[in-house]
Antibody
C-alpha cells in the first residue's frame, strides 16, 4: 500500500525556519518525482516545489524561491522541505505528492502537515 | 504561467443529480496535460482524471472528463453522497504547475 506521511509542521515565528519531512512507503521512491503543494486556510492548492527521482533537478514557485529548499534521501525514502525566512503568508497545510514522470499527474498525496507562521 | 479558472465557485445539487464543472485555461494546455482532483476536509487530495479524459485507477465510471486546448469539463453523472467535496483542475504540461481555485460541490 502506498503511503506518504508528512511531519514537522508547527508554530514558528516570522523569520524562523522549519524542516518538513515526507516518509514514503509502498513504492520505489527513487523512481518518482516528488512535489510539495500547499493550501493556505480557506484557499486553494498551490504548487511549491519539485525534485526529480535522483534529486538532481529541482524547481520552485517564485513565492518561495531563495527561501525554501527541497531535497530527498532515497536511502531513507524521505522527502524534505527546508523552509527559511518564514512569513505569515507561508501559513498553510503542506502536502507531499508523487509523480511517475515529469508529464504525469500527481497520482498520490499525503494528508498534509500544518505550518503556522505567527508571533 | 498558465492560469486556470474554475466555474462555478460553488455548485449546490442533490444526490442523484448530474454535476458539470468547468475549467478554463489562459492558454492552451499542452497535450491535454489536465487533471482533476477531489479534496475533502482533512484528507489527501485524490486524483480522479488525467490527460483530460482518462480515469485514474479505482475511480468510478460516473466520473468523466472532457475537453482540450483551453476548455475542460468534469462531469459526475449521478451524484453519490460521498461525492460532495471540493474539486480542483490542474495543468501539468508546463512549469510552474498550476491549479484552479476550486469548485465546492455541496448538498442542496
Amino acid at each position: 500500500e502506498v503511503q506518504l506521511v508528512e511531519s514537522g509542521g508547527g508554530l514558528v515565528q516570522p523569520g524562523g525556519s522549519l524542516r518538513l519531512s515526507c516518509a514514503a512507503s509502498g513504492f520505489t521512491f527513487s523512481n518518482y518525482w516528488m512535489h510539495w503543494v500547499r493550501q493556505a486556510p480557506g484557499k486553494g492548492l498551490v504548487w511549491v516545489s519539485l525534485t526529480s527521482g535522483d534529486g538532481s533537478s529541482t524547481t520552485y514557485a517564485d513565492s518561495v524561491k531563495g527561501r525554501f529548499t527541497i531535497s530527498r534521501d532515497n536511502a531513507k525514502n524521505t522527502l524534505y522541505l527546508q523552509m527559511n525566512s518564514l512569513r505569515a503568508e507561508d501559513t498553510a497545510v503542506y502536502y507531499c505528492a508523487k509523480q511517475f514522470r515529469y508529464f504525469d499527474p500527481f497520482d498520490y498525496w499525503g494528508q498534509g502537515t500544518l505550518v503556522t507562521v505567527s508571533s | 504561467e498558465i492560469v486556470l479558472t474554475q466555474s462555478p465557485g460553488t455548485l449546490s445539487l442533490s444526490p442523484g443529480e448530474r454535476a458539470t464543472l468547468s475549467c478554463r485555461a489562459s492558454q492552451s494546455v499542452s497535450s491535454s496535460y489536465l487533471a482533476w482532483y477531489q479534496h475533502k476536509p482533512g484528507q489527501a487530495p485524490r486524483l480522479l482524471i488525467y490527460g483530460a479524459s482518462s480515469r485514474a485507477t479505482g475511480i468510478p465510471d460516473r466520473f468523466s472528463g472532457s475537453g482540450s486546448g483551453t476548455d475542460f469539463t468534469l462531469t459526475i453523472s449521478r451524484l453519490e453522497p460521498e461525492d460532495f467535496a471540493v474539486y480542483y483542475c490542474q495543468q501539468y504540461g508546463s512549469s510552474p504547475y498550476t491549479f484552479g481555485q476550486g469548485t465546492k460541490l455541496e448538498i442542496k
